[in-house]
């Protein structure tokens, strides 16, 4: 179910890209043999990785944590040299944590326990969101300048609609939807760089887990999200 939703979206934002393409091409004004209006930066695809913050006692990340994410910003420009707007958009995104911290079903019950590496093969949490970003946005782009400087900074909210912890062991793997992942993340964004290269950071504001989840020593999970890796835009 998750990969067909994860299809449609794609598809959908390729319409969407070949739709908006047309519509930007009729709304541009032409002033003395240049474009007077232009926007930038509307679609946009990211890779990186995530790092586990207040991570509980002997508790460690192993293999690649990684995100994915892709969608549409609506870049809405507020000064006539067009350099400086907001950003509002839809998003889709893949994250995965991999650590040694092992949940067990029982049940109705969800049980969390620090294992040693060496009792299981991989152990992951992935969740599969869709994504509001607003950015507040600078950059130093013309109406004829394809390569320039950019900042955006701004907020992210996030709806976890499907969430899975999956533990491979010798004698076989065990996999479930986890209810303990908040459904609503948030956290501060920020991009930076210039031409195609850009470096894209998330700070989670709220924790991956719902409040009052525990290790079965008692010991808080209070597993925040720090992600930095790179992010491409379009138009």
Same mark, same amino acid.
């Given at each position: 179910?998750?990969?067909?939703?994860?299809?449609?979206?794609?598809?959908?934002?390729?319409?969407?890209?070949?739709?908006?393409?047309?519509?930007?091409?009729?709304?541009?004004?032409?002033?003395?043999?240049?474009?007077?209006?232009?926007?930038?930066?509307?679609?946009?695809?990211?890779?990186?990785?995530?790092?586990?913050?207040?991570?509980?006692?002997?508790?460690?990340?192993?293999?690649?944590?990684?995100?994915?994410?892709?969608?549409?910003?609506?870049?809405?420009?507020?000064?006539?040299?067009?350099?400086?707007?907001?950003?509002? /958009? +839809?998003?889709?995104?893949?994250?995965?944590?991999?650590? $040694? &911290?092992? %949940?067990?079903?029982?049940?109705?019950? =969800?049980?969390?326990?620090?294992?040693?590496?060496?009792?299981?093969?991989?152990?992951?949490?992935?969740?599969?969101?869709?994504?509001?970003?607003?950015?507040?946005?600078?950059?130093?782009?013309?109406?004829?300048?394809?390569?320039?400087?950019?900042?955006?900074?701004?907020?992210?909210?996030?709806?976890?609609?499907?969430?899975?912890?999956?533990?491979?062991?010798?004698?076989?793997?065990?996999?479930?939807?986890?209810?303990?992942?908040?459904?609503?993340?948030? /956290? +501060?964004?920020?991009?930076?760089?210039?031409?195609?290269? $850009? &470096?894209? %950071?998330?700070?989670?504001?709220?924790? =991956?887990?719902?409040?009052?989840?525990?290790?079965?020593?008692?010991?808080?999970?209070?597993?925040?999200?720090?992600?930095?890796?790179?992010?491409?835009?379009?138009?």
């Amino acid at each position: 179910m998750v990969h067909k939703v994860s299809r449609y979206f794609i598809v959908f934002l390729v319409m969407l890209a070949s739709l908006h393409l047309k519509a930007q091409s009729d709304s541009l004004e032409l002033d003395d043999g240049k474009f007077s209006r232009y926007l930038e930066d509307q679609f946009y695809i990211g890779f990186g990785y995530n790092l586990l913050l207040n991570k509980p006692t002997d508790a460690v990340q192993r293999n690649l944590s990684y995100n994915l994410q892709l969608g549409f910003i609506k870049d809405i420009p507020l000064n006539v040299r067009r350099n400086f707007g907001i950003g509002i /958009g +839809l998003g889709y995104a893949v994250n995965s944590y991999y650590s $040694n &911290v092992v %949940a067990a079903q029982s049940g109705d019950e =969800l049980t969390y326990e620090v294992l040693n590496t060496s009792e299981f093969n991989r152990n992951k949490l992935g969740t599969h969101s869709l994504e509001l970003p607003f950015e507040f946005r600078w950059r130093t782009s013309t109406a004829e300048e394809y390569r320039f400087w950019r900042i955006y900074a701004g907020a992210k909210l996030g709806y976890v609609f499907s969430g899975r912890s999956r533990t491979v062991m010798e004698d076989g793997t065990m996999a479930f939807s986890n209810p303990d992942i908040n459904e609503f993340q948030y /956290g +501060l964004i920020l991009s930076f760089g210039y031409n195609t290269w $850009n &470096v894209h %950071a998330y700070y989670g504001l709220n924790p =991956l887990l719902e409040n009052g989840t525990d290790l079965q020593s008692g010991e808080s999970l209070d597993l925040n999200v720090l992600r930095i890796g790179v992010i491409f835009y379009i138009l």
